[in-house]
């Protein structure tokens, strides 16, 4: 049991410096004392599941993850709401392991990506690895396989694209989204 809770501290440990977020913004953040935060990442002992919920919320991974270290699975997606995603480093040699999935495959070089509303909608695409978009102006709708979302700025999406997938203009005004592809 020991174990566990000490891989959970680490896991704690490694979103936050992977995020550049410090231990003291964190500890008041989340209401804490900087001694208690630091024995949370430290020992992973008594973080309460609130805790653990908004670590998840704010780096932008699931629960579970944090609890278990398992990954989202390549066949899911996850959709992130209005700014819960993290800034993407403009790195060429960065990994994406705080993002949805862990990966040690390489990552393109973020793309802007501009939507007119009176574009026509490109067909479907698939390819390997994973991808992930960030709404950074207007709205855009994403087709994922058989599914649909909308998504506003701030909203990011993770995905596998293997599935069939496209994005459109889903209003009135240009829309622009980020997107990242590990290869």
Not at 63 to 92: D, H, M
Not at 166 to 174: D, V
Request: charged share 25%; with cysteine; proline share 4%.
């Amino acid at each position: 049991m020991e174990d566990l809770m000490y891989e959970i501290g680490e896991r704690i440990r490694g979103l936050r410096e992977a995020c550049d977020v410090s231990v003291d913004e964190m500890a008041e953040e989340l209401g804490v004392s900087v001694d208690v935060y630091n024995n949370w990442e430290s020992t992973g002992a008594d973080v309460p599941i609130s805790a653990i919920y908004h670590l998840a919320h704010k780096f932008g991974v699931e629960f579970t993850e944090i609890l278990t270290g398992t990954s989202a699975k390549l066949n899911t997606y996850q959709v992130v709401r209005n700014g819960c995603g993290r800034e993407i480093a403009r790195n060429p040699e960065y990994y994406f392991e705080d993002l949805a999935w862990r990966y040690t495959n390489k990552i393109m070089q973020p793309l802007l990506v501009v939507l007119q509303p009176t574009d026509t909608p490109a067909g479907l695409v698939t390819h390997s690895g994973q991808e992930f978009n960030l709404v950074v102006e207007g709205t855009v709708i994403v087709t994922w396989g058989k599914e649909e979302f909308v998504l506003e700025v701030g909203d990011s999406i993770y995905f596998n694209p293997e599935i069939p997938h496209g994005q459109r203009c889903g209003g009135s005004e240009t829309a622009k989204f980020v997107t990242v592809i590990a290869e």
